[in-house]
């Protein structure tokens, strides 16, 4: 499926939906697709390229937001348990999490968009379907959630949402950096 397809599907997902689940929608879409979109026209070695200062290079990022968002659906679905506990990671655990953010050797953007595809389809699904958006779960265990915090699903949505237009912008430097090109302007 090609960004465009993706974005109009996540469209008309939106516009079957109503009210705040559809304003939910409607900005997953958005910042998705600025994401995509910056990886429009590039090869799959410019895609793990890293030409600022930072590690961050495109494909990475994508990865990232795959994770993260599977990650927070799971977490609405099933709890705390489905993220493990954070304060309890090894070396090992870290350094794969590190790998989310770098395009591996056999890795292609084609593979990694396709995803990201997957896992907007399913949390386009659970918007549109999950009974409440007030149910909630205690946090996991990790070092930057304040103790006996909860989040409701509406919640962890809003985080998503906010997760991927901050990464959206992170890659539009990126690529700017590249060779130039912009999402916007």
């Known amino acids: 499926m090609t960004s465009n397809e993706q974005t109009t599907r996540e469209a008309a997902t939106a516009t079957a939906a109503t009210g705040e689940r559809a304003d939910l929608l409607e900005m997953l879409a958005k910042h998705r697709h600025f994401l995509r979109f910056t990886t429009r026209d590039l090869t799959d070695e410019q895609a793990g390229l890293r030409p600022t200062a930072s590690a961050l290079c495109l494909g990475g990022l994508i990865k990232h937001v795959t994770s993260v968002e599977r990650g927070w659906v799971d977490f609405i679905l099933e709890g705390p348990s489905a993220m493990g506990d954070f304060t309890a990671m ?28 997957e896992v907007a389809r399913r949390t386009d699904d659970l918007v549109a379907t999950l009974p409440d958006l007030d149910a909630s ?5 990790a070092p930057w959630f304040e103790a006996d915090t909860q989040w409701s699903a509406r919640r962890v949505l809003m985080h998503i949402i906010a997760e991927t237009a901050q990464h959206a912008g992170h890659a539009d430097i990126i690529r700017e950096t590249l060779d130039g090109a912009k999402s916007m302007g």
């Open 90 to 117: 090894t070396e090992a655990d870290w350094a794969e999490r590190d790998a989310e953010f770098r395009m591996l050797p056999g890795e292609t953007l084609d593979g990694v968009l396709a995803a990201y595809a």
């Open 137 to 141: 779960w205690p946090l996991p265990k």
